[in-house]
């Protein structure tokens, strides 16, 4: 069972580059997540999707875009990276609102210098 | 400003002792969640509480989500060193869900 998987697992830049972090979940849920981790912080939303054909800024979305491609890929872009982005990008899915269970991907460990 | 608040922020303990974390928030929550997350893995759910005064158990481990619910905490009795690892509430708001800073918890064998 794949779950949610993410590509790349590691990846470091330059400052001003830009990449794609890709997103794709087998389980046939509605909503879509990006999170960042950095120590101390817990996670924090980036960007999320409800449902195919929508998403909404979270807690901390400037300096990325996301595209919902269909219901089972949602990609976060970094168009010009910054050092402050150096972080681990986590990508979740769960079936619909409320107390239904959020599953996580592996992680992207992404350096930027 | 964290909509929710976890204490302690990191907590080193010996085997077989208990210990308590705290989620707190200033905003009612439809229902909170507990996610345990080890080193280089996403965040697993361990437990989802939604009726206010609950109260659930899972092995050595009880969430209880407070009467308003506005806060949750969870209790492990006696402590093994195979609960270290970072220990996450979250609470769903909308479609979104949002994570406390996480409690990192190391018991000491």
């Known amino acids: 069972n794949a779950g949610v998987t993410q590509t790349p697992k590691f990846q470091v830049l330059k400052t001003g580059q830009s990449m794609t972090l890709q997103c794709a979940q087998d389980m046939n849920h509605n909503s879509m997540y990006w999170y960042r981790q950095d120590p101390g912080m817990g996670l924090r939303l980036i960007y999320y999707?409800?449902?195919?054909?929508?998403?909404d800024k979270g807690e901390v979305p400037n300096g990325y875009n996301v595209s919902r491609l269909n219901k089972r890929e949602f990609s976060l872009r970094l168009e010009s990276a910054a050092p402050s982005q150096t972080s681990v990008y986590f990508c979740?899915?769960?079936?619909?609102?409320?107390?239904?269970?959020?599953?996580f991907g592996q992680g992207t460990r992404l350096t930027v210098v | 400003t964290q909509l929710l608040e976890q204490s302690p922020q990191f907590l080193s303990i010996q085997e077989g002792e208990n210990l308590t974390v705290y989620c707190n928030s200033s905003s009612v929550f439809s229902s909170l969640q507990w996610y345990r997350q080890e080193p280089g893995e996403g965040p697993v759910l361990l437990v989802t509480?939604?009726?206010?005064?609950e109260v659930k158990k899972l092995k050595r481990l009880t969430f209880q989500f407070g009467d308003a619910r506005k806060d949750s905490s969870l209790h492990i009795t006696a402590a093994q060193p195979g609960d270290t690892g970072l220990y996450l509430c979250?609470?769903?708001?909308?479609?979104?869900?949002?994570f406390g800073k996480g409690t990192r918890l190391h018991i000491l064998p």
């Open positions: 509480v939604v009726t206010g005064g």
């Open positions: 979250a609470g769903a708001r909308d479609d979104k869900i949002i």
């Open positions: 979740a899915s769960r079936r619909g609102q409320g107390k239904a269970e959020a599953f």
């Open positions: 999707s409800a449902s195919e054909g929508t998403t």
